[in-house]
């Protein structure tokens, strides 16, 4: 499996204004992500937030499924919560990454808009066969910010449905980006 992480990215994040703010984790998020993540082989998976009060909302919601009543209860959502790890900041999660003896990750960034320098998931499969560390980027609110859009290695083409409403939840963008990417047409069960 390619060796590819990801990052839920709570700040900076755009509020529907356009202003850059920290949002509010969400338990669903966390729970969706982290088994779709498990599903499609990803090493890692980051949540970001600089708040303390949501950094320990995260580690109580972990923690609880981990080595709490929800570990005996439910040993399956265990295993995908064991993906989880909180951080400040995307620099401290690029750091984690190579610490963990697997080099700086390149970045690609999600976003529901079109750039003129997007990458197609065609693409970014190859590139995953590369054996390089990649850490794949979501923002939740209204989005990544332009600044963050800009300083990422990058941009992977948005998720796009057969209407103009375009605003789907970040958990439902994971899952079938990560299908895209990683589904059995792709990496055949071993």
């Not at 984690?96 to 999600?110: D, E, R, S």
């Not at 948005?158 to 375009?166: A, E, F, I, M, R």
């Amino acid at each position: 499996m390619p060796n590819l992480h990801l990052a839920l990215l709570h700040y900076p994040v755009l509020n529907k204004r356009g202003e850059t703010i920290a949002s509010a984790v969400t338990n669903l998020d966390l729970h969706d992500i982290a088994r779709a993540a498990k599903t499609f082989g990803v090493k890692t998976f980051y949540v970001v937030t600089p708040l303390e009060d949501q950094k320990d909302l995260v580690e109580r919601i972990v923690s609880h499924w981990k080595t709490g009543e929800g570990a005996l209860y439910n040993p399956k959502r265990k295993e995908a919560l064991e993906l989880i790890h909180v951080k400040d900041t995307l620099k401290d999660v690029l750091d984690h990454i190579h610490q963990k003896g697997m080099g700086f990750p390149k970045t690609v960034v999600t976003c529901a808009r079109s750039f003129g320098r997007s990458i197609g998931y065609e693409l970014f499969r190859e590139m995953l066969k590369d054996g390089r560390s990649y850490l794949l980027v979501f923002g939740t609110a209204w989005g990544l910010s332009e600044e963050f859009l800009n300083i990422a290695d990058f941009i992977l083409e948005p998720v796009k449905g057969n209407t103009d409403y375009n605003h789907l939840s970040v958990r439902s963008a994971v899952s079938i980006i990560l299908d895209r990417l990683l589904g059995r047409e792709y990496y055949p069960a071993t």
